[in-house]
């Protein structure tokens, strides 16, 4: 099967350090080319893809402080995709841009898929998927669809990294951790104040975007100047995460926003650490509580819990991750929806009998 994956600009494909989306495109990607399949990947100059690399872009737009409108790229990269349509390049199209291509993309023939990887409860968001009904759509949960019923949902298929990616290590579990990105929606002073009321260390790795800024200078510093139960180590890679996983007692993600998925969970899962993580958004589908993690409802029911992390087999919930959360997996769910919305858009052949 020819194949377009069509990235964002903003982060490059895979991301230096934090990019969510731009990991999992990525991730699907190169497993559909594993898969023997002919992958074209719109995406920055400076991707790393074993798939064929179409840059609109020469570096990553986060990186690149001379791009000042960053849609004007992205207008520019959608064109060029439907120009190779024209030329019929192109057996599917799988888009991971939220709504931008559709007004577009559903006028003309070459089947396509949105991956909708962002929060739908906006009030903005009623009017586009009133007026976009059709175009078909993949939910990342099943939380993330409950604000627009509206949509064609074609089904939810769960983000997956790849097995090897990140392993259990071996070492002594002595803190507690967090990872990812600090933001008020992400519940770090939480996170803090559940780990000091357990006078337990926590270890927060994660990166501060230019947009929270004062949320860290004016909430979060105050929580780790003096703590001597807090070390922000920053942003970490992929290569780092493992080890830093391995050695948590749990990662906390006291979130306070309808979480579309939360890519840490299975980060943590895929090392063998359990999570407690805060009764939000995709939550509940993603850890089995008592078993990979448990789920609370604020900082006090949290804090109960830290004490059983223990008792969980991290044997038990890598073997969880291995089932539920692998990129091999969610490339195969994506293979059945790209055949599915095909069969739908081949034009049906009336067979006539010879007696009529």
Request: glycine letters at 6%; hydrophobic letters at 40%; proline letters at 8%.
């Amino acid at each position: 099967m020819r194949i377009a994956q069509v990235a964002p600009l903003t982060e490059a494909v895979p991301p230096k350090l934090y990019g969510g989306t731009e990991r999992v495109v990525h991730w699907l990607t190169e497993e559909l080319v594993a898969l023997g399949h002919d992958v074209t990947l719109f995406a920055s100059g400076d991707s790393h893809t074993s798939a064929k690399l179409e840059a609109t872009w020469p570096r990553a737009l986060r990186l690149d402080g001379s791009v000042r409108d960053p849609n004007a790229l992205h207008m520019v990269m959608l064109e060029r995709v439907r120009r190779k349509c024209d030329d019929e390049e192109f057996d599917f199209l799988h888009f991971h841009l939220d709504y931008y291509p559709w007004s577009l993309f559903m006028r003309q023939p070459t089947p396509f898929v949105t991956t909708l990887h962002g929060r739908l409860d906006l009030p903005e968001h009623q009017p586009v998927f009133d007026t976009f009904s059709s175009p078909p759509v993949i939910s990342i949960s099943n939380a993330q669809r409950r604000p627009v019923p509206q949509a064609n949902w074609v089904r939810t298929i769960y983000h997956g990294l790849p097995e090897d990616l990140l392993t259990p290590k071996s070492c002594k579990q002595e803190y507690l951790a967090v990872l990812g990105r600090i933001a008020p929606e992400k519940g770090v002073d939480r996170a803090i104040k559940i780990a000091t009321r357990c006078g337990i260390p926590l270890k927060i790795a994660a990166k501060v975007d230019r947009a929270d800024q004062d949320y860290y200078d004016q909430v979060i510093s105050p929580l780790i100047t003096g703590n001597p139960l807090v070390d922000y180590i920053g942003e970490i890679s992929d290569q780092e995460k493992s080890e830093f996983l391995s050695g948590a007692l749990g990662l906390l993600v006291p979130i306070d926003w309808p979480e579309p998925f939360g890519l840490v969970m299975i980060e943590a899962m895929a090392c063998g650490t359990p999570v407690i993580a805060y009764n939000r958004g995709s939550v509940p589908e993603i850890i089995d509580d008592g078993f990979t993690g448990f789920i609370v409802e604020d900082e006090t029911s949290a804090v109960a819990v830290v004490g059983k992390l223990p008792q969980l087999s991290r044997a038990a919930i890598r073997r969880q991750f291995e089932t539920r959360f692998t990129a091999r997996r969610m490339a195969l769910d994506y293979l059945a929806a790209y055949r599915r919305l095909m069969e739908a858009t081949e034009p049906r052949i009336k067979l006539v009998s010879s007696a009529e």
